[in-house]
């Protein structure tokens, strides 16, 4: 099982992009899912996290801003991030808590960081 964020690159600021995050491999379902955001020297923090059944927890530094949403059908997460600021410049990376597989559970998924560039 893997994931992989796609999406990223450089925008204005003012600008919008979206992420996606795919989860591929044999899976039965997936808890909780989240972005993450990580600047060089920095600790990884927190965007948003988005429950199975849609319950959502932002960072206030992107309220407002920034949507979340999930397909579970396709086992996929969005990010769309609009009003983009110069501060949201980081690599950002998709998370699953908890992934269900027929041979068991992968816990604490990550997927490949996608770099988003702000200009101001």
């Known amino acids: 099982v893997q994931l992989q964020a796609s999406g990223g690159g450089l925008v204005q600021a003012g600008g919008s992009l979206r992420l996606s995050c795919a989860a591929s491999?044999?899976?039965?379902?997936?808890?909780?899912m989240g972005w993450y955001r990580q600047a060089a020297g920095k600790q990884r923090e927190l965007v948003v996290v988005?429950?199975?059944?849609?319950?959502?927890n932002y960072a206030d530094s992107v309220k407002g801003r920034f949507t979340i949403s999930r397909d579970n059908a396709k086992n996929t997460v969005y990010l769309q991030m609009n009003s983009l600021k110069p501060e949201d410049t980081d690599v950002y990376y998709c998370?699953?808590?908890?992934?269900?597989?027929?041979?068991?559970?992968?816990?604490?998924?990550w997927g490949q960081g996608t770099q988003v560039t702000v200009s101001s």
């Open positions: 491999g044999s899976i039965l379902s997936i808890s909780a």
């Open positions: 998370h699953a808590e908890r992934i269900a597989t027929p041979v068991g559970f992968q816990y604490d998924v």
């Open positions: 988005i429950g199975r059944g849609g319950t959502t």
